[in-house]
């Protein structure tokens, strides 16, 4: 099987890594890949939003099928684009259509799906540019902390939290009359504020049937102890203790099924992944945010703990047999720590060498922001660089690992967070 695979992070390294090691596979093509994912297969030079090269080269390299990681060709409609083509709709796509990517395309299209179906999540009301002043009416309504989300995509960035009624009000001018976000922001989300543990919760579906993936806890702020601005994230942890059985089962009953018999019951296909980002308020779980993908850095954790063959999963998705498909887990912790580039997410350098990627023994090294520079070296080629993921018998092994395989590597502005997973150890 002949598989393109799109997107450049770690997330997309990941997943070239565990679908290399498929019997099933006969060429992986990654597009543009980074320095990793050429590890795993042929990187090819696409842009993942050039739908014609896509197509192009899906034709001329007999591609079976297309896993979309990131989010943006998703909501931009690569599926639907492969379907309304007679050259390509016998070809697969893993990642849902246009329609079903808006989960995560619109924080309100999200918002008034969880509430027609009865899916617990905070309070909330949506703003635009012509009913700023009523924006300020309802923050001024709510309890502090203040959460205002833009309502597109902004690239993980659009969430701003604060206990300052006064700042929300700037925040919310600054978003709808100033363009904090671009179109992102065109449309505000204002909610109330809930207080519990975050946790990331991954559904693969066919439409019908659902397999539930590992669980993930990701730590989403730059600085220690969850202070400073937000980030894609700085790294994630693979069990998290608290989703035991018994909440999980809330999990699957009071949100899982009904997201998926709520796509079904509104005639939005859906093939793909699921991330569903949970707040477990007193031992109940709500929903944050939808994403119609695999998140990251959570993939980093959740997809080395799948032991089964991944094409397999991607099939069932593909063939409307997903229950029949095995999913096997393994149960030991997985711990990623996430190396970024110093200024990160604000302005940071790029093209700082990497060195000493060789000597890790004992963790798996997942690229992030990366590419070889003319010589062949490893360089640095974003705000992220480079995620590294351990197992153990236990969180704090797991961990361990990590971290002596983050000092070992080294570039110029090397930075990361000392304190990933220690909120589960208490």
Same mark, same amino acid.
């Given at each position: 099987?002949n598989i393109?695979?799109?997107?450049s992070?770690?997330?997309e390294?990941t997943?070239?890594?565990?679908?290399?090691?498929s019997?099933q596979?006969t060429r992986?093509?990654i597009?543009?890949?980074n320095?990793?994912?050429?590890?795993?297969?042929?990187?090819?030079?696409i842009?993942?939003?050039?739908f014609a090269s896509?197509?192009t080269f899906v034709?001329d390299?007999?591609i079976n099928m297309?896993?979309?990681?990131?989010?943006?060709?998703?909501?931009?409609?690569i599926?639907?684009y492969f379907?309304n083509?007679?050259?390509? !709709?016998?070809?697969?796509? %893993? &990642?849902?259509?246009?329609? *079903?990517a808006?989960?995560?395309?619109?924080?309100?299209? $999200?918002?008034?799906?969880?509430?027609r179906?009865?899916?617990?999540t905070?309070?909330?009301?949506?703003?635009?540019?012509?009913?700023?002043s009523?924006?300020?009416v309802?923050?001024n309504?709510?309890?502090?902390?203040?959460v205002l989300?833009?309502?597109g995509l902004a690239?993980?960035?659009?969430?701003i939290?604060?206990?300052?009624?006064?700042?929300?009000?700037n925040?919310?001018?600054?978003m709808?009359?100033?363009e904090?976000?671009?179109?992102a922001?065109s449309r505000v989300v204002?909610?109330?504020?809930?207080?519990?543990i975050e946790?990331?919760?991954?559904?693969?579906t066919?439409?019908?049937?659902?397999k539930i993936?590992p669980?993930? !806890?990701?730590y989403?702020? %730059? &600085?220690?102890?969850?202070? *400073?601005?937000?980030t894609?994230g700085m790294?994630?942890? $693979?069990?998290v203790?608290f989703?035991?059985a018994?909440f999980?089962?809330k999990?699957?009953d009071?949100?899982?099924?009904?997201t998926?018999?709520?796509?079904?019951?509104d005639k939005?296909?859906?093939?793909?992944?699921?991330?569903?980002?949970?707040?477990?308020?007193?031992?109940?779980?709500?929903?944050i945010?939808y994403?119609?993908?695999?998140g990251?850095p959570e993939t980093?954790?959740?997809?080395?703990r799948i032991?089964?063959?991944?094409?397999d999963?991607?099939?069932g998705?593909?063939?409307n047999n997903?229950?029949?498909?095995v999913?096997e887990?393994d149960d030991?912790y997985?711990?990623?720590v996430?190396?970024?580039?110093?200024?990160?997410?604000?302005?940071y350098?790029? &093209?700082n060498?990497?060195?000493n990627l060789?000597m890790?023994?004992?963790?798996?090294?997942?690229?992030?922001?990366?590419?070889?520079d003319?010589?062949g070296?490893?360089?640095?080629n974003g705000?992220?660089?480079i995620a590294?993921t351990s197992f153990?018998?236990t969180?704090?092994?797991a961990?361990?690992?990590?971290?002596k395989?983050?000092?070992i590597?080294?570039?110029k502005?090397?930075?990361?967070r000392?304190?990933i997973?220690?909120?589960?150890?208490?």
């Amino acid at each position: 099987m002949n598989i393109l695979l799109l997107g450049s992070g770690g997330r997309e390294h990941t997943l070239a890594w565990k679908i290399a090691q498929s019997k099933q596979l006969t060429r992986l093509f990654i597009a543009p890949g980074n320095a990793g994912t050429a590890l795993c297969g042929t990187n090819v030079d696409i842009d993942t939003l050039d739908f014609a090269s896509i197509k192009t080269f899906v034709l001329d390299n007999n591609i079976n099928m297309l896993v979309v990681g990131p989010e943006v060709p998703l909501v931009e409609g690569i599926h639907d684009y492969f379907l309304n083509d007679d050259t390509l !709709k016998h070809i697969p796509v %893993i &990642g849902p259509q246009k329609k *079903g990517a808006m989960l995560e395309g619109s924080k309100d299209f $999200s918002k008034a799906f969880m509430m027609r179906h009865n899916i617990p999540t905070a309070a909330y009301k949506t703003f635009t540019k012509d009913t700023i002043s009523d924006g300020v009416v309802f923050i001024n309504s709510l309890k502090a902390p203040y959460v205002l989300k833009a309502d597109g995509l902004a690239a993980g960035k659009g969430v701003i939290i604060t206990d300052s009624s006064l700042e929300a009000v700037n925040v919310l001018n600054a978003m709808l009359a100033d363009e904090m976000f671009g179109k992102a922001s065109s449309r505000v989300v204002i909610e109330e504020y809930l207080h519990g543990i975050e946790l990331s919760v991954f559904v693969a579906t066919d439409g019908n049937s659902y397999k539930i993936l590992p669980v993930a !806890k990701d730590y989403k702020r %730059i &600085g220690e102890g969850d202070t *400073g601005p937000n980030t894609g994230g700085m790294g994630s942890v $693979s069990h998290v203790p608290f989703a035991d059985a018994e909440f999980m089962k809330k999990v699957e009953d009071r949100i899982i099924i009904p997201t998926v018999e709520g796509l079904k019951q509104d005639k939005i296909p859906y093939k793909g992944f699921i991330f569903i980002g949970l707040m477990n308020v007193e031992g109940n779980p709500f929903v944050i945010e939808y994403n119609a993908r695999l998140g990251d850095p959570e993939t980093e954790s959740v997809v080395p703990r799948i032991k089964s063959d991944i094409i397999d999963l991607f099939k069932g998705i593909a063939n409307n047999n997903l229950h029949e498909t095995v999913l096997e887990i393994d149960d030991r912790y997985a711990a990623c720590v996430m190396m970024v580039a110093n200024g990160y997410p604000d302005s940071y350098e790029k &093209g700082n060498t990497i060195s000493n990627l060789e000597m890790v023994k004992d963790s798996l090294v997942f690229h992030a922001g990366t590419k070889n520079d003319s010589n062949g070296n490893v360089i640095t080629n974003g705000g992220r660089v480079i995620a590294v993921t351990s197992f153990g018998d236990t969180i704090e092994e797991a961990l361990a690992t990590s971290y002596k395989s983050v000092d070992i590597i080294d570039y110029k502005g090397k930075f990361f967070r000392r304190d990933i997973g220690k909120d589960l150890l208490k």
